[in-house]
């Protein structure tokens, strides 16, 4: 059966950072792109980030560009997003998401096929 698990969110003050991890498993990794997404109360949810299969391509919405960074260990089925800067904006539930697409192309839209359950990110003084 096919899972991905989310971990690493909680509560940090604005400036701060944190690393959320996607750790997925019952399907074939290598041949997935990876995307964060992230919904605040009240807000439709947004693609965050996006890294594709084939040689690690990377998408971010400008809101994020310069402050996280996303990255893939395929050994260990994991993908990060490495969160630095963050801001009050930035407080959601983040959820990763697979889409079966061997390319250098990855984007944050489209049909997934997988989804986490969320970790809750609060940026907040």
């Known amino acids: 059966q096919a899972q991905l698990v989310e971990s690493g969110g909680g509560v940090v003050q604005p400036g701060g950072s944190l690393r959320l991890s996607c750790v997925a498993s019952g399907f074939n990794f290598d041949y997935y792109a990876i995307a964060w997404f992230r919904q605040a109360p009240g807000k439709e949810r947004e693609g965050v980030s996006c890294?594709?299969?084939?040689?690690?391509?990377?998408y971010y919405r400008d809101s994020v560009k310069g402050r996280f960074t996303i990255s893939r260990d395929n050994a260990k089925k994991t993908v990060y997003l490495q969160m630095d800067t963050l801001r009050p904006g930035d407080t959601a539930v983040y959820y990763c998401a697979a889409i079966h697409l061997y390319s250098d192309y990855c984007t944050p839209h489209g049909e997934f096929d997988y989804w986490g359950q969320g970790t809750q990110v609060t940026v907040s003084s």
């Open positions: 890294i594709s299969s084939l040689d690690d391509k990377t």
